[in-house]
T-cell receptor, first 114, second 114 residues
Framework: NAGVTQTPKFQVLKTGQSMTLQCAQD?????MYWYRQDPGMGLRLIYY???????DKGEVPNGYNVSRLNKREFSLRLESAAPSQTSVYFC?????????????FGPGTRLLVL | AQSVTQPDIHITVSEGASLELRCNYS??????LFWYVQSPGQGLQLLLK??????LVQGIKGFEAEFKRSQSSFNLRKPSVHWSDAAEYFC????????????FGRGTSLIVHP
């Protein structure tokens, strides 16, 4: 099992460019999440998908869109990147939507927007 | 809504010394509590979690945490720190009712001196 995989690992964008961050899990999990991590801010939830076919906004959704392509894949799109979106992005998954669930995280995508 | 505070941004210990990382939560009912570790350049990995039963929880890598309802705390401990424990540690609280998605603290960075 690869667990949760993310591509790319690193990316540099210019302001206004667009890109899609890819995430896939091979654990047959139902729920998937996108977080951003900034120094001193911990993890902040951008979007999540409780199950295939559903997506919901998290704490900081502005400037992002998501697609739950199928049960395995959950992508995050930046339509017009801004320097404020420079961050480390983590994808995570859980088997279900019970509060005791353990989250499994990918290795992260480090994004720099110039 | 639940919230979590990690009062210490950085903690420095010597290798072989004991460790305690603090976590305080705010939630009206019984919380679900987690500690995750993030090694440099990696995603988060679950160390341990509490949702019922014995208030002293054992985790991986020799870590333990104790749930103290009267103090709204869930502090992480290790009797003897190894250099490989240098990492970022995140406490998270989940709600037994309402949103199932945990809220993360801002993290504590552990520095281990040889």
């Amino acid at each position: 099992n690869a667990g949760v995989t993310q591509t790319p690992k690193f990316q540099v964008l210019k302001t206004g460019q667009s890109m899609t961050l890819q995430c896939a899990q091979d654990m047959n999990h139902n729920s998937m999440y996108w977080y951003r991590q900034d120094p001193g801010m911990g993890l902040r939830l951008i979007y999540y998908s409780a199950s295939e076919g559903t997506t919901d906004k998290g704490e900081v959704p502005n400037g992002y869109n998501v697609s739950r392509l199928n049960k395995r894949e959950f992508s995050l799109r930046l339509e017009s990147a801004a320097p404020s979106q420079t961050s480390v992005y983590f994808c995570a998954s859980t088997k279900g939507t019970v509060s005791q669930e353990t989250q499994y995280f990918g290795p992260g995508t480090r994004l720099l927007v110039l | 809504a639940q919230s979590v505070t990690q009062p210490d941004i950085h903690i420095t210990v010597s290798e072989g010394a004991s460790l305690e990382l603090r976590c305080n939560y705010s939630y009206g009912a019984t919380p679900y509590l987690f500690w995750y570790v993030q090694s440099p350049g990696q995603g988060l990995q679950l160390l341990l979690k509490y949702f019922s039963g014995d208030t002293l929880v054992q985790g991986i890598k020799g870590f333990e945490a104790e749930f103290k309802r009267s103090q709204s705390s869930f502090n992480l401990r290790k009797p003897s720190v190894h250099w490989s424990d240098a990492a970022e540690y995140f406490c998270a609280v989940g709600a037994s009712g309402g949103s199932y998605i945990p809220t993360f603290g801002r993290g504590t960075s552990l520095i281990v001196h040889p």
